[in-house]
């Protein structure tokens, strides 16, 4: 069985050959700027290497702060690090690709990006107003534009060598299937919900067999109580190795072949996420007997994330 720090260490291999993406990644969703900070500083002292950024997220700059100090204090180089993120539903008109790209890249003070992903396959008006509704509170989406007008801009920025690989998320396999079969240069990763109520195996069996990498959110399910952190399977194991439910969920999250975004806030939850150890393999065949079946975002049908609005820390 593989050792415990080559586990926490693993990379997938990108399908294009720009290189791997290390599968423990944390994500920057997070609304207070100070915590903002704090976290992902946490994150890199843990061991994370994998950053995933979006500009809805309207963060970048403190991701930046948190980054440039980290990676100077410890002697880590740019190149050691994997940094994501994502262009928004307002900006999926070609002509605005590239400079929502430049925006974010200005924001997170870098000069390339390691991916870039569509954040959903919903473009929404375009314009500064993130979340464009009408006077009937509804979401008022841009019918001028297709998924695959935005694909071919995203592959022109790594023409350009502005970034290495391009994906998208929130995309279910029927709308990942046209675009793969149309692209000249092809999604290098899918990030979606997955976890073991929501295992997605149909989209994994593609992804796997296509070289693409599946990048799961919430393999702690959004850390909702009652939820998988208390599903009796996943406690008893815990028990039985002698890891925490989070430790074990992540875990099995790269035992299947998945990366995964995860974000803790405090120190001590970044070391115990980064912490994982292979599973036993009765015990990964135990959780991937779960038969609990649960969607916990809704993005993937509407492109309206269930966003907390951002609180700024005083
Ligand atoms: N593409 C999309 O539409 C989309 C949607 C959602 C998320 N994402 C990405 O995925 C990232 C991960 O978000 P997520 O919500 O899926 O993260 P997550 O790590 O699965 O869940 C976060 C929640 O779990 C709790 N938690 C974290 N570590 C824990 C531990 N060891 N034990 C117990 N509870 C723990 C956190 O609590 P505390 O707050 O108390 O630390 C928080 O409530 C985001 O930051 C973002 O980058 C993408």
Redesign the pocket.
Known sequence: MIGSSDFRNTKIPLNNGSGHIPALGF????PDSAVTISATRDALDAGFRHF???ERYQNEREVAEALHAGLAANGIAREDIFVTT?VWNTNHRPERVEAAFNGSLDRLRLNYLDLYLI??PFAFQPGDDHDPRDQGGNVIYDREVTLFNTWRAMESLVDRGKCRAIGL??VSLDKLLPIYDAARIKPAVV?V?SHPYLPETELLEFCKENGVVLLA???????MRPGL?EDPVITAIASRVGK????VLLAWAVQRGTAL??????PS?AK??FDISPLPEDAFDEINRIETRQRL?D?VNTGS?GFIPRVLST
């Open positions: 994500g920057t969703l997070i995933d950024c979006a994502k954040h959903t998320s929130d990030q919900e959110f919430a393999p702690l399910g959004h850390g952190l925490t439910p989070a430790q975004l995860t974000t803790p806030k405090h939850r115990e996420n975002n993005v994330p």
